[in-house]
Each structure stands twice: as C-alpha cells, then as structure tokens.
C-alpha cells in the first residue's frame, strides 16, 4: 500500500510527526506507517542517541533534561530540514511537547498525530521497561508517573496535534489503518477517529 500521491493536497501532509506519552506505540506505528506509505522514517530518541555518541539515560545523568530538551529541538529542526527526509514519518519522544520552540516547530511544519492510550494500556506496554528511564526514576509507582506526565502534557499534545488516535484495543496496524485514512481524506476529517 503506496498511499505519498494521495497525500499533496495539504500543506502540511509533508512531514508527519507521531506524538504522545511513552508507550503510546510511536516508534512502533511509525515504523509501520512509514512503510505501508511508502516514506522514510526517524526516531527522534534514536536520532539523538546516534548524534550524541551517548544513551538517553547517559544523556540525562551527565548533562541534565535541559541539555536533552535542546539535543531534541536541534533533532527535530534538522529533520525538518533534512532534503533526504522530506515527508518523513517522525516518532518523537514523549516530552518533545514539553518545549516551546519544539511546539512552534511541529505546528508550523508538520502533520502532527497525537496517540493514545489509557494509563493501563501505557502501562502494559512499559512493563518491565521503565527501570533505566530517566522520567521513571524516584516514581512512587509506574501508574502514578504516567498520570502525573499525562497531566502536565495534555494540553500541550492537545496544543500541536491536528488528529488524535485512541490505540486502545487495536492493534499497531489497525492504528495504521486509521492514521493512513484520515491522512487519505487529505487531513480535513474529523480531529478525534471514531
Ligand atoms: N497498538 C499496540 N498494541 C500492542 N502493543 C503495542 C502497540 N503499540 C505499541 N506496542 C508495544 O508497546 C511497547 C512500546 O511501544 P513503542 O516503543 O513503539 O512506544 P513509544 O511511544 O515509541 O515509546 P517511547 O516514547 O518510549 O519511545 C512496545 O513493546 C510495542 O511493541
Ligand atoms: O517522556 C519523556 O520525557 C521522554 C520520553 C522518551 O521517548 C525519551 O525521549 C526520553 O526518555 C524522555
Ligand atoms: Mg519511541
């Protein structure tokens, strides 16, 4: 399934960037979304990783959120601008929003989706994974850090994103399938899938 032709009716169908919490499926649906159209595909953390020399977890300890905060604004403005990327489907990290000038970059030039998902489904996904993740150190629980992150992030997924996708129940694919429709329908369907 090669949907690119279907997709140069708006403006900002060019770059799509996927966002929400951790576990939400970004990279997962992104790596998938980005083949069935045919596009390439980043991974912000793992762009940042590959550009720093260092772990996400190093990055934290040795520099500080700040010092990641800026690597990730520098990640995304790059991949903005990267000839080679153009179009590309973007998994961004779960606290890109937490960034103004990062906000101001995907509602300019982006198609932004936003996943998600309630905390039970964030938390299944994270099991056993949250322990070396620097969000997750010093949380009274799994659950508990989640909500909290939620809560401060909520209004600013809800900021950038023109299009949101409830993962619950569904497999990757089939939230493929739904993101692959909207963007088909050339962005102008409603902001919520059904
Ligand atoms: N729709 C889904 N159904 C079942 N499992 C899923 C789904 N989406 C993702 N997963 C699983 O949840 C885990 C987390 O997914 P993924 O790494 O893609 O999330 P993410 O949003 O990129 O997280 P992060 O912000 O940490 O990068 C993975 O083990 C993945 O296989
Ligand atoms: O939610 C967050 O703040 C983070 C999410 C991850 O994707 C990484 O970007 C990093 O661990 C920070
Ligand atoms: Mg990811």
Same mark, same amino acid.
């Not at 966002?19 to 990279?27: A, D, E, L, N």
């Not at 998902?117 to 629980?141: I, N």
């Not at 089939?174 to 963007?183: D, M, S, Y």
């Given at each position: *399934?090669?949907?690119?032709?279907n997709?140069?009716?708006?403006p900002h169908?060019?770059?799509?960037a996927?966002?929400?919490? *951790?576990?939400?499926?970004?990279?997962?649906?992104?790596? @998938? %979304?980005?083949a =069935? %159209?045919?596009?390439?595909f980043v991974?912000?953390d793992?762009?940042?990783?590959? &550009?720093?020399?260092?772990? /996400?977890p190093?990055?934290?300890?040795?520099?500080g959120?700040?010092?990641?905060? +800026?690597?990730?604004?520098?990640?995304?403005?790059?991949?903005a601008?990267?000839? #080679?990327?153009?179009?590309?489907?973007?998994?961004?990290?779960? $606290?890109?929003?937490?960034?103004?000038a990062? @906000? #101001?970059?995907?509602? @300019?030039?982006?198609?932004? /989706?936003? %996943?998600? =998902?309630?905390?039970?489904?964030? =938390?299944? &996904?994270?099991? $056993?994974?949250?322990?070396? +993740?620097? *969000?997750?150190?010093? =949380? !009274?629980? !799994?659950e508990r850090r /989640?909500l909290?992150?939620y809560?401060?992030?909520?209004?600013?997924?809800?900021?950038? #994103?023109?299009? +949101?996708?409830?993962?619950?129940?569904?497999?990757?694919e089939?939230?493929?399938?739904?993101?692959? @429709? &909207?963007?088909q329908?050339?962005?102008?369907?409603?902001? *919520?899938?059904a």
């Open positions: *399934m090669n949907q690119s032709s997709l140069g009716s708006n169908c060019g770059r799509i996927l966002i929400g919490p *951790m576990g939400s499926g970004k990279t997962t649906v992104g790596q @998938r %979304l980005a =069935a %159209l045919g596009r390439p991974d912000l793992a762009w940042i990783v590959a &550009h720093a020399g260092l772990s /996400i190093e990055i934290f300890a040795k520099q959120e700040a010092a990641f905060r +800026r690597l990730e604004l520098e990640a995304l403005v790059s991949v601008q990267d000839d #080679a990327l153009c179009g590309c489907v973007c998994a961004t990290g779960g $606290g890109v929003v937490e960034t103004a990062c @906000r #101001a970059q995907l509602s @300019r030039d982006w198609t932004v /989706i936003e %996943l998600r =998902a309630t905390v039970a489904t964030l =938390a299944a &996904h994270l099991a $056993g994974e949250t322990a070396g +993740r620097p *969000m997750f150190r010093d =949380a !009274v629980s !799994v /989640i909290e992150l809560e401060r992030r909520k209004s600013l997924y809800d900021e950038v #994103a023109q299009f +949101r996708v409830s993962i619950d129940g569904r497999t990757p089939e939230v493929v399938h739904v993101i692959a @429709r &909207h963007l329908e050339g962005c102008d369907a409603a902001s *919520m899938d």
